[in-house]
């Protein structure tokens, strides 16, 4: 092709025809710059197509992360409601009720529920990964951007603020009934609870311990006006927690619906 081009433009200068030659010269440039505006609008495309499908890689670990951690908070607030919370509510009655002609073993069941201590754990690696290394500019939408920029943070606090509950199971109940009563029946009871494997999706594992079975002691600690107030504040504490749960389950689902909608689109 090149050759070509030569041959054309030795004839035109050997038989004097300037003026034909320029259009010709001009012509050429005019095929050159289009040949160089389409190497790079290909180039163009060619980069828009990559950056597309590394948003899309992105996107898709990202709605994996999100889905999980909705999945877990959901959980955590089923355990709350539903286990702890019901426990609680039904050890209160038997005080206040002075029903303590309920079964031992049923007293044992309940009172074991009021030893879970659900926390939740962010999966937020991938976020984190991008926000640290500046790939979150590949993900165009802007809100969406805002949002998992701000994420980390939000979940911390949500962290922060459940650690109160744990310090305080840990530090002050757990204590209390080691003080006024045994764990022994009640952890056995707890690690056979079917209803917590369940909900955890995780199988079940044979524990038993030996258990003395002491009416006595156990009056005792119903009678104890500390006791009530221990499981009153446990039934606020997962009170708070799962209205926390709630506001931090609906955020992670606005990021979950973005995510799916940059991914149709």
Partial sequence: MISIFR???????????FSKYLIYAIGEIILVVIGILIALQVNKWNERRDHLQYEQ????ELKKEFENNLAQLEEKKEIR??????SARRLINIINN?????????????????????SYDPMISITTQLINSGNLQHIQNDELRTKLTNWPGVTQDFVRDESEFVTFMYE????????NYRLNPLVNELQNDIAIYDILKTPQVDFNLTNK????????LFQN???????????????????????????NTEI???IESEIKS
């Fill in 7 to 17: 041959l054309i433009r030795h004839t035109l200068v050997s038989n004097s025809k």
């Fill in 57 to 60: 890689l992105i996107l898709l």
């Fill in 81 to 86: 409601l539903n286990i702890i919370m019901t």
């Fill in 98 to 118: 002075r029903d303590l002609n309920v079964e031992i073993d049923s007293i044992h069941h309940y009172l074991s529920r009021t030893l879970i201590v659900p």
């Fill in 172 to 179: 002050h109940y757990m204590i209390f009934l080691i003080n």
């Fill in 213 to 220: 079975k002491d009416n006595n002691e156990l009056t005792q």
């Fill in 225 to 251: 006006e500390d006791f009530e107030d221990y499981l009153s504040l446990i039934m606020g504490f997962c009170n708070f927690s799962n209205n926390s749960t709630t506001a931090l389950a609906d955020a």
């Fill in 256 to 258: 979950l619906k973005l």
